[in-house]
């Protein structure tokens, strides 16, 4: 038995006892001697009964002194007066037969007691198996969460390819934890706590295992969703459990998979708030915020939804560094698969560039069981080694199990999206002030986005121009009118651009006060919602007149927008195409890639 189980026996036994002794306060409090019948018709006799009361089974009364004062309280079963005379003409001792109802009064409770408790006990591992965690008696406090301690990962960098930004940025760490005395010494800030941001499978854990297998520190893991309990105060002792092992082992790294499932940001719960989550997330942060980062303890850990995370948890001191741990591109892949490759026996026919090619949208994770896959083909074969046969079917396998998952596109589909996202950093590098393009990308990027690019923002902004807000709508348009101008269609792709170009024109009119013929009026009232959740639009001041009015404005500027990318695309026709097929062939490009292509189109 652990030490959860021995706290949830304990709350039932304490509950158990505080019930029994009530029911014992209880039963002495309301105690009456109980005499027989005959006894209470002598009493009477003497006059020595008083304040009688008669139910239907039993008589009730006091027994007094003979000076008046009450002695105590008496009860007797009511006996049928006939009867009663007859017996006592003959001298006989009797009484009525007066029931024990103390056990009956026990069962009363206990048996209802027992009903619940087994219902629920029911539901509660009804729920924990829906979660995966497992059932048996008593299972609800089971410890699921088990501190999973490798003193060495035997993980290497190495290990972990494709993503050198992130290695780069966690070597850092690594130079830390192999001596943590020297490296404050020189006044380098110590970083705490890592988070690994990054879709599923792309080598979260791994990196985080490397790092503890480079330092060669051991390595403390639990999973985020593990924290949950059902029982208020558990996961909390978890944490602390979690950092006094760790500290006592110090230096050392602690992973935490999944933050999102404890750190989820406050008061965002679907009913409410949930108790035992907002617990184990303050401990956390009290955690995070009592050691002394010289210890050499480093948490990382490990999200794909960095967005709902609690901004607690991002401020100074906490997990103020963020790693981004993104899908691999086609240089990635090659190198990931030459990992795994390694693990099998090749044909000399095999080709890791010409896999990688196979199979863009790919994560680490998914290339890893392609090569077991193939692997698998191969020894059913019975062959001696793997071939790039065996390569092709085992993607055509994973490829049919990725597309139902809306991961993988289909060639068309990828050249709609080259172009589309090549429109965005095209009108994005033409337009004056805006952020310089990081990075353009047609690798999906979790759901909804099948393809991205990112603007580095040179500065913080909290004034924008009426200009900036422009030139940021034909920005937000340019994949679409990129798409317009190549293929003279329109496609579903541009929804979230077009409804965050449409919120930009919209708070311009309404709020910003930027439509001349509307005037320097804010219509809109939009409240903030209660606890950060989106409330109903505020209440409308204004007339139906204007409301189309503000329509009218809100489709003049997008418009607008649009025909102002459509205008930089025409014109830039050449780089958009040569663009989108370096992209289709590269599936990521960085700001060198952009710039050259620039000065190419311009020379
Ligand atoms: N970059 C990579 N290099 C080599 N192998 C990788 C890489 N990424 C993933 N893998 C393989 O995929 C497996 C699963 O990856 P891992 O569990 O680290 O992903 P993750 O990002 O933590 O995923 P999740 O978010 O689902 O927990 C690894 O054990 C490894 O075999
Ligand atoms: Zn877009």
């Given at each position: 038995?652990?030490?959860?189980?021995?706290?949830?026996?304990?709350?039932?036994?304490?509950?158990l006892l505080g019930i029994l002794m009530l029911q014992h306060l209880w039963v002495q409090a309301t105690q009456v001697e109980t005499i027989p019948y005959s006894r209470f018709e002598q009493l009477l006799e003497e006059g020595r009964v008083d304040h009688i009361v008669i139910g239907s089974n039993y008589i009730t009364g006091d027994i007094v002194r003979p000076d008046g004062s009450v002695e105590r309280r008496f009860v007797t079963t009511r006996v049928d007066p006939a009867i009663a005379r007859t017996l006592s003409e003959h001298g006989v001792q009797f009484t009525g037969a007066v029931e024990d109802t103390f056990f009956r009064d026990l069962l009363s409770w206990v048996v209802p007691a027992l009903v619940f408790f087994g219902l629920w006990l029911f539901v509660f591992r009804r729920i924990a198996e829906k979660q995966g965690l497992g059932s048996g008696?008593?299972?609800i406090g089971k410890s699921k969460a088990k501190v999973y301690v490798e003193a060495d990962t035997g993980v290497k960098f190495d290990d972990v390819a494709g993503v050198d930004e992130a290695k780069e940025e966690l070597r850092e760490i690594v130079a830390f934890l192999k001596d943590p005395k020297g490296y404050g010494r020189l006044g380098a800030r110590i970083p705490k706590g890592v988070l690994l941001v990054g879709p599923p499978g792309t080598g979260k854990t791994l990196l985080a295992k490397a790092v503890a297998g480079e330092a060669g520190v051991p390595f403390f893991s639990i999973s985020g969703s593990e924290f949950v309990e059902m029982f208020v105060g558990v996961g909390a002792a978890r944490v602390r459990d979690l950092f006094e092992q760790a500290r006592g082992r110090a230096p050392a790294i602690i992973f935490i998979d999944e933050l999102d499932a404890l750190g989820r940001a406050r008061g965002l719960g679907p009913v409410g708030g949930h108790d035992e989550r907002e617990q184990t997330l303050n401990q956390l942060l009290v955690e995070m915020d009592g050691f002394d980062p010289s210890e050499g303890l480093v948490i990382l850990a490990a999200t794909n939804r960095p967005e709902i995370l609690d901004p607690a948890l991002l401020r100074a001191g906490r997990f103020d560094r963020q790693v981004l741990v993104d899908r691999p591109d086609r240089r990635g892949r090659e190198a990931i698969l030459r990992v795994h490759?390694?693990?099998?026996?090749?044909?000399?026919?095999?080709?890791?560039?010409?896999?990688?090619?196979?199979?863009p949208?790919?994560?680490?994770?998914?290339?890893?069981?392609?090569?077991?896959?193939?692997?698998?083909?191969?020894?059913?074969?019975?062959?001696?080694a793997v071939t790039m046969d065996d390569f092709t079917r085992a993607v055509e396998r994973i490829v049919a199990g990725l597309e139902k998952k809306n991961r993988v596109l289909n060639p068309r589909e990828r050249?709609?999206?080259a172009y589309h996202e090549m429109g965005h950093a095209l009108v994005a590098m033409a337009l004056p002030g805006?952020?310089?393009?990081?990075?353009?990308s047609i690798i999906p990027r979790g759901i909804g986005a099948l393809g991205y690019t990112i603007q580095r923002p040179t500065e913080d902004r909290f004034l924008m121009t009426r200009e900036e807000l422009e030139n940021k709508m034909a920005v937000l348009l340019g994949g679409r009118a990129a798409e317009h101008l190549v293929f003279g269609h329109l496609s579903t792709g541009a929804a979230d651009d077009l409804a965050k170009a449409t919120e930009i024109a919209r708070s311009m009119v309404t709020r910003y006060g930027m439509d001349e013929r509307l005037g320097f009026v804010a219509y809109d009232e939009t409240r903030p919602g209660f606890l950060g959740i989106a409330q109903q639009p505020g209440e409308r001041h204004y007339s139906e007149e204007t409301a189309r009015e503000i329509d009218r404005a809100v489709r003049a500027l997008v418009q607008g927008a649009f025909e102002r990318a459509r205008a930089i695309l025409e014109e830039r026709r050449g780089q958009l195409e040569e663009g989108a097929r370096l992209l289709l062939a590269r599936e990521t490009l960085g700001e060198a890639d952009l710039k050259r292509l620039m000065e190419k189109a311009a020379a």
């Open positions: 038995m652990n030490r959860e189980q021995q706290f949830n026996l304990g709350y039932l036994l304490v509950a008696f008593l299972s490759m390694k693990k099998v026996k090749l044909a000399e026919d095999v080709d890791a560039a010409k896999v990688a090619e196979l199979t949208g790919f994560s680490g994770a998914d290339l890893a069981n392609l090569v077991n896959e193939a692997a698998l083909l191969a020894t059913r074969r019975g062959a001696e050249e709609v999206v805006t952020d310089p393009v990081h990075k353009v």
